[in-house]
């Protein structure tokens, strides 16, 4: 299994979200080590703030990780679906697995074009702080699909 899962995304920490999102934390730690980088959104005009925001990301990912962007054109995967990617990934890949959500605008298209992955959660446009929390809940279900605990409830 992969040493560690990294969350890592632009935005500003706000109280409500972090109670949440750090309930999912202490959930998948129970499987295996997570931890959150926060880089700060940047300010200007478009195409320099997702510059800025790149580079901050690729200065924050840990060397060498398996690199996530999410991304609405990625691909899109049920949760049974991303609980076989994630066992096989964190499998064959011994390093952090890293996923990367932008700030309200996104991710530099270069670099989600230098990830490895990209995943979509889903056709809707959804404010960076909700991806987060939406992303933990499905990698907490995952995990616990892949340990054989009754959490998820597949369709009727």
Known sequence: MSREIVILWAGRQR???????????????????????????????????????ADSFAAALPDPAWTVALDRRGRQRSSTDLAGWLERTADAWPHPIAFVIGSDLGIEPGFVSDC??????????????????????????GLCI?????YHRGPS
């Not at 499987?31 to 997702?50: A, K």
Request: hydrophobic fraction near 35%; charge should be positive; proline fraction near 7%.
């Open 15 to 53: 109280k409500e979200w972090e109670i949440l999102c750090a309930d999912y934390r202490r959930r998948i730690g129970r499987f295996l080590p997570i931890s959150e980088r926060v880089v700060r959104p940047s300010r200007g005009p478009r195409p320099q703030r997702l510059s800025r925001e």
């Open 116 to 141: 490895r992955e990209r995943l979509s959660l889903g056709r809707l446009t959804l404010p960076h702080e909700l991806a987060r929390l939406v992303l933990y809940e499905q990698l907490y279900r």
């Open 146 to 150: 892949n340990a054989g605990i009754k």
